[in-house]
T-cell receptor
């Protein structure tokens, strides 16, 4: 089955800097890759997603890149703000279900 | 956007009792709903996939007799934790999708504490 690896597990940046989180997946048949932000005690919220027929997608300060050949995808957050602090999860859609990475705890220091 | 409501948001129960958690899609019909379990500082682990009108598909290692899932309609799925024990204490989260390979909408989660 699908296996998703996510790095780093924790990331601390200064406000205004960029943050990059990387994920790899194992199932070449996976075709949908969402990224979720989870705040403490709440359910995950979708922040951006990408499908396998696209290499890059951007939404304001957030962008995602996908390399199908290498089977990895990355989340890029620019001009980080303290409110970006949360746990971020990547996921891959495989066999009708979402498989999540281990999560990255992002801390943005003012 | 689509809204998924989960109830209750938290519950405390005694060992040996059963607890039911509801997951509702408020403004769309969900072909499939998913139930996850999340321990502190860990990822979401898929427990089961639920399709309306059919039996749930459980992930390996998840006891189907302990975690009963009922998907009675296209807008409601329930998870019942039977004979709960302290080790069942966790954060349970549901999600729902309109169609395959589309965005999953998550509920706000239910914090279960078994004492």
């Amino acid at each position: 089955g699908e296996n998703v690896e996510q790095h780093p597990s924790t990331l601390s940046v200064q406000e205004g800097d960029s943050a990059v989180i990387k994920c790899t997946y194992s199932d070449s048949a996976s075709n949908y890759f969402p990224w979720y932000k989870q705040e403490l005690g709440k359910g995950p919220q979708l922040i951006i997603d990408i499908r396998s027929n696209v290499g890059e997608k951007k939404d304001q300060r957030i962008a995602v890149t996908l390399n199908k050949t290498a089977k990895h995808f990355s989340l890029h957050i620019t001009e980080t703000q303290p409110e970006d602090s949360a746990v971020y999860f990547c996921a891959a859609h495989s066999g009708g279900k979402l498989i999540f990475g281990q999560g990255t705890e992002l801390s943005v220091k003012p | 956007g689509a809204v998924v409501s989960q109830h209750p948001s938290w519950v405390i129960c005694k060992s040996g009792t059963s607890v039911k958690i509801e997951c509702r899609s408020l403004d769309f019909q969900a072909t499939t709903m998913f139930w996850y379990r999340q321990f502190p500082k860990q990822s979401l682990m898929l427990m089961a996939t639920s399709n309306e009108g059919s039996k749930a598909t459980y992930e390996q290692g998840v006891e189907k007799d302990k975690f009963l899932i009922n998907h009675a309609s296209l807008t409601l799925s329930t998870l019942t934790v039977t004979s709960a024990h302290p080790e069942d204490s966790s954060f349970y989260i549901c999600s729902a999708i309109k169609e395959m390979n589309t965005e999953a909408f998550f509920g706000q989660g239910t914090r279960l504490t078994v004492v």
